[in-house]
């Protein structure tokens, strides 16, 4: 029975082992296309809300993204947090008032934050600050599902 428990432990330890040593290489995690998806639409409503300001528009389209792809992913560290550049492709669904409107591949280029406690993410974006700071990285949450903001 002792041998027993003793070669379950030794295969515990392999596995944690393994597991520790394949969170701290680069070899690159698969992300959930929603999640994905989430922050694409996160960006685009950003963007959107930028041009509906600028341009006095009254009123902004409705859009979806699915069909995410991810091409490319790469570690990278962002205000000393794990996280990842992201490309790939997307189809964007847009509902105009004279009809739908649907573009396949669309590119994305984007970075993730994981979060310390693991629970949520954030849209990063590095860029000059507000009123000549230097440039830094931004960090937006990506809302998780069930997320009603307060």
Same mark, same amino acid.
């Given at each position: 029975?002792?041998?027993?428990?003793?070669?379950?432990?030794?295969?515990?330890?392999?596995?944690?082992?393994?597991?520790?040593?394949?969170?701290?290489?680069?070899?690159?995690?698969?992300?959930?296309?929603?999640?994905?998806?989430?922050?694409?639409?996160?960006?685009?409503?950003?963007? &959107?809300?930028?041009?509906?300001?600028? /341009? !006095?528009?009254?009123?902004?389209? +409705?859009?979806?993204?699915? =069909?995410?792809? #991810? *091409?490319?992913?790469?570690?990278?560290?962002? &205000?000393?947090?794990?996280?990842?550049? /992201? !490309?790939?492709?997307?189809?964007? +669904?847009?509902?105009?008032? =004279?009809?739908? #409107? *649907?573009?396949?591949?669309?590119?994305?280029?984007?970075?993730?934050?994981?979060?310390?406690?693991?629970?949520?993410?954030?849209?990063?974006?590095?860029?000059?600050?507000?009123?000549?700071?230097?440039?830094?990285?931004?960090?937006?949450?990506?809302?998780?599902?069930?997320?009603?903001?307060?």
């Amino acid at each position: 029975m002792a041998a027993y428990w003793q070669g379950l432990g030794l295969r515990l330890g392999v596995s944690l082992l393994a597991i520790a040593l394949a969170a701290c290489s680069a070899v690159p995690i698969f992300f959930d296309t929603d999640l994905v998806a989430d922050a694409i639409s996160l960006q685009l409503e950003q963007t &959107q809300s930028q041009l509906t300001s600028e /341009l !006095r528009l009254s009123a902004s389209p +409705t859009w979806s993204v699915d =069909r995410v792809k #991810v *091409t490319e992913n790469a570690p990278v560290m962002i &205000q000393e947090l794990p996280g990842y550049h /992201l !490309r790939g492709t997307y189809r964007l +669904t847009i509902e105009l008032p =004279r009809g739908t #409107v *649907t573009r396949p591949k669309q590119p994305f280029d984007l970075y993730l934050q994981g979060q310390k406690e693991g629970k949520s993410w954030r849209l990063a974006k590095y860029g000059p600050g507000d009123a000549g700071e230097a440039a830094d990285w931004r960090t937006y949450l990506i809302p998780p599902k069930g997320y009603d903001g307060y």
